[in-house]
């Protein structure tokens, strides 16, 4: 018989204790017991330990998915089901492969991401594209690291991921409009130099006028023709 209580020490603090008590028999009628008293604290503090971790990759907003050495999925949290929209029972079991956009090249990408665990190597701020259940393609930023026995052997891994689509999406509109004030910055200094230049006659400006006009918008057109007005005033 074995279970678990709690003592109070002489400070008056707690110490969880494991209780097993064994029968001594003698000529087959029992004589006694045998009662043994374990201190079983860094065991309780342990379970607290993975409790609280549990509860942490239970609620974060991260994707944490765990995985067999060779890419069956075996945990699924609620982050998970939020950037992926599968449900916990939807994927236990099944290769991670189905989350890897059509293609072979992100095949390929999940695969080599699989030979580096099974190295014992860790991945770090990878920044991919997954495929969502509706079939959306969504890019994550990943870190992937081996999970080792108490021998050092590799029975696992877990996978970090975090939506980065946003902010994707952000970077790819300030990358258009910084190549959009770029292109103005150019055309205005065209034009800038020509108001600047003198010209012999109204076709000579004109010439030069035509060599940038298809670079021009119909505004800064406006502009070249405000110059030339000023040139002639």
């Known amino acids: 018989i074995e279970r678990d209580e709690y003592f109070i020490k002489s400070d008056g603090s707690f110490l969880p204790v494991s209780i097993s008590s064994t029968p001594i028999i ?12 374990r201190d079983i604290s860094e065991r309780m503090a342990a379970e607290e330990k993975t409790r609280e971790l549990a509860a942490i990759v239970s609620s974060a907003e991260e994707a944490i998915i765990g995985k067999t050495p060779t890419g069956i999925i075996t945990s699924w949290n609620r982050g998970a089901e939020k950037i992926y929209g599968y449900r916990e029972e939807e994927v236990i079991g099944r290769s991670v492969l189905m989350l890897s956009p059509a293609g072979q090249d992100h095949d390929d990408e999940m695969r080599e991401i699989l030979a580096t665990l099974q190295r014992g190597e860790a991945v770090e701020h990878l920044e991919t594209t997954r495929r969502r259940k509706d079939g959306r393609e969504i890019d994550v930023a990943l870190t992937a690291s081996p999970i080792k026995d108490s021998e050092g052997r590799i029975i696992g891994a877990s ?31 065209v034009l800038l130099q020509l108001s600047q230049r003198p010209f012999a006659s109204e076709l000579e400006l004109t010439d030069h006028a035509l060599e940038e ?18 040139k002639e005033g």
């Not at 003698?26 to 008293?37: L, Q």
Request: glycine share 6%; proline share 2%; hydrophobic share 35%.
């Open 159 to 189: 996978v970090i991921g975090r939506d980065i689509t946003r902010r994707k999406q952000t970077e790819t509109q300030l990358a258009r409009t910084m190549d959009a004030l770029r292109r103005e910055e150019e055309r205005l200094s």
């Open 26 to 37: 003698r000529r087959g009628e029992p004589a006694g017991a045998v009662v043994t008293f």
């Open 213 to 230: 006009m298809v670079r021009l918008t119909s505004s800064e057109v406006g502009y070249l023709h405000f110059f030339h007005e000023n």
